[in-house]
């Protein structure tokens, strides 16, 4: 069985927020993604329902290897059990563990924002959906350059915008 890696991620635009999330196969390829506009919350919750979003999805579809990767320190932490958990995003935090006993093998890991930046782009587009979108094999166009920067084993260099 191969491993998969689900990166996610939270967008706040003014007092809204949204979610999104990529999953990839070993070969770099998009085999999902998803992006929720979540109304109003804090980005810590939001961050952890993109992760929850994407673990359920993963389960959905049979994957049972994973590699989780985020930009929130916190939300990474807390579900490795390095941090004392938030009471904001405990409940949260039980469901990501919960879910985590159906993978034969998984593993979280913060990575920095620059290396995360197709889920953060997926997850800006979360605003214009209501509630949400899934894209099955695929990315938007729009997502190409961060997509093929990430693809080919590079960040996106600090300050980049589509």
């Keep these: 069985m191969v491993w998969i890696k689900v990166n996610f991620d939270g967008s706040m635009c ?3 927020v949204a979610t999104g999330f990529v999953i990839r ?3 770099g390829n998009v085999r999902l993604a998803g992006a929720k506009n979540s109304g109003q919350m804090s980005i810590t919750v939001t961050e952890c329902l993109a992760l929850r979003d994407g673990l359920a999805h993963a389960i959905h579809n049979g994957w049972r ?6 930009d929130s320190k916190l939300i990474i932490d807390c579900v490795n059990n390095v941090v ?7 409940l949260l935090v039980q469901d990501i563990r919960v879910m985590s006993y159906y993978f034969e093998e998984i593993s979280f890991q913060h990575i920095f924002r620059e290396a995360n930046f197709t889920a953060d782009a997926v997850a800006s587009l979360g605003h214009n959906f209501a509630p949400s979108r899934l894209w099955d094999c695929e990315l938007p166009l ?13 960040a996106c260099p600090r300050g980049f915008r589509l």
């Excluded at 290897?65 to 985020?70: H, N, R, W």
């Excluded at 004392?84 to 405990?90: A, D, G, R, T, V």
């Excluded at 729009?142 to 590079?154: A, E, I, N, Q, R």
């Design 14 to 16: 003014g007092n809204l």
């Design 25 to 27: 196969d070993w070969n």
């Design 65 to 70: 290897k994973i590699l989780v990767e985020g």
């Design 84 to 90: 004392s958990i938030p009471w904001s995003i405990s």
């Design 142 to 154: 729009s997502f190409s350059v961060p997509f093929y920067f990430d693809l080919v084993g590079h």
